[in-house]
């Protein structure tokens, strides 16, 4: 499936880059409004997850357990984030995957780079955004996260993917 | 070098080295993994003839099989040939027999040896393909409560019954939780990565007063949570499990913390039986099933973490077991399984995935914490600041129990407790945790 034009192609990069920005600057308040009020941040535990209510996930958060992480990355005594974590996205291959009544979904791939305390860690996949287009603005519906390592053992995740 | 443990374990301090020292972990496998029930898994993951599951006992690779007479066997997973793993890590269906992928040697599920290729070029040598020593070694002991599968590396033992002694029951209760008496394996399996030695996540479960200090990013990030919300809004489940962690001392201090002979304990449970939609739905459920006086007893029994020592922590009312598997003497491996409750609403189950989720999961707001708290204290432990660790609060002040001993909530029994089935295994004394 293709964009309908450049100017499409152009406008949803931008967006995920700046997503993938925020992130990275640690803007949590204006990540989460990215987010449709019934939005979900997802990132499966195992390849071809389908299920995230009857089945365990690495992470499946609705806009309450989002703010609830975002405020805790905050807190003046998280002792896990005494360093922050850091992070960078590299993005890439964003092409459209299929539309839908108020916008589309959206595949790329992601190279993630985590530096926290003592040790670098690197985390790469696939990411499908369902995208609402409200007004001139696009509202993330779902941010699905597919991990290569999925199923590894993981010390702690703290940050958004 | 001999080291001297008998120096190492008092019966209110420990020596740093024993969090500390490789040589000292070795010998944790050799005896105390050597020696006790380790959980395996439960038979639920194994429902059919050849499924199988992979783990590891202590230093072991072993495999839980399910052999054509219905049995759940435990195997090395190691050829009798050159040696090779035979099934890969994980679980999946092996047929009826198991082949290694190295020559094709075949072997029944029970482990006996089926067929070799070339089976002609062995005869006339010392190599008897009829002897034992040539099917696949089964684990020395092996035993099931209510479908929680543990195995022995030691010939000789307790009895898995006597070794559960006062936390069978909790294992009883995790399975009478069901409408239908039984529990499955669901919803896949998580799986932690710790810095630090095994002992100081035992040692975690149930020490009461860390919660509100450690966890202060997420109880309050909880509790600011709910303060945002409409007033009047009943409490979510996700803020009630995350912002319980900030109650004051005095809170955790009524608790009642049990300890059993061989490490075992459980603390009382710290949630209030909740009220809303989906909680009233199972406990009809159970009533439907198991009558409403039977159900009621059943959900009496409310414990938080229950502590099997050295393998497994079952939390009965959230359905989860947590498998411990120390990976060296400063690593730890955490594995989280949930259970579905046969024959109660699915609402139930999602609640359970709920926990896991935002409680035990490698993205959980409450672990975190934890995880910073153990490898501080691992890398503290390194220094040349102290040699002792301390466990003296409450000391003197445990009330004695048939088969062991309880304890207010702030008491530092548990740990005690521990030591003393650590020092039984490593074969000193520490005289025991009273």
Known sequence: MNFNDWQEQQDITKFLFNEARLLDEHRWDEWLRLFTPDGLYWVPLVHGQTDYLNHASLFCEDALLRSMRARRLEQARAYSQQPPTRTVHVLGNISLESRTEAGCVVRSTFHLVEWRKTEQRAFGGSVLHTLRREGAEWRIEMKRVELVNCDAPHEALQVFM | MTIDL???VQPD?????????PAIFELEMDRVFGQAWLYVGHESQVPNIGDYFTTRLGREPVVMVRHTDGAVNVLYNRCPHKGAKIVPDGSGSAGKFLRCLYHGWTFKCDGSLLSVPLRSGYE???????????????????ASHRGFVFASLAEEGLELVEFLGGVATSLDNFCDRAPDGEVEVAGGVQRVIQRNNWKIFF???????????????????AKEEFESMPAGTPKPFEVVIVDGNGEPLEFWEKLELKGYDHGHGFMEGIFVPPTDPVSLAYVAALQAKQGEARADQILRVNRHNTIV????????SFQQIRVIRPLSVDRTLVEIFSFRLKGAPEAT???TLKYTNIVNSPSSNVMPDDLEAYNRVQEGLASDGGDWVSMHRGMGR???????????????????????AWASYMGVQTGAAE
């Not at chain 2, 020592?309 to 009965?316: A, E, F, V």
């Not at chain 2, 129990?401 to 909530?409: A, D, I, K, T």
Request: some cysteine; glycine content about 4%.
């Open chain 2, 6 to 8: 008998q120096a190492l």
């Open chain 2, 13 to 21: 301090r420990v020596h740093k080295r024993v969090y500390t020292d």
């Open chain 2, 124 to 142: 006339d040598t010392a190599l008897d393909l009829k002897a034992q020593q040539h099917s696949v070694r089964k684990v020395a002991r092996v």
């Open chain 2, 203 to 221: 040692e975690n479960l149930h020490d009461t007063i860390h919660a509100v200090a450690t966890h202060e990013s997420s109880w309050r990030a």
């Open chain 2, 309 to 316: 020592y050295p393998s497994c922590s079952p939390h009965t």
């Open chain 2, 349 to 351: 189950f999602q609640r």
């Open chain 2, 398 to 420: 445990d009330q004695p129990l048939p088969g062991g001993r309880s304890s207010n909530g702030n008491s530092e029994m548990p740990p005690r407790n521990m030591f003393a």
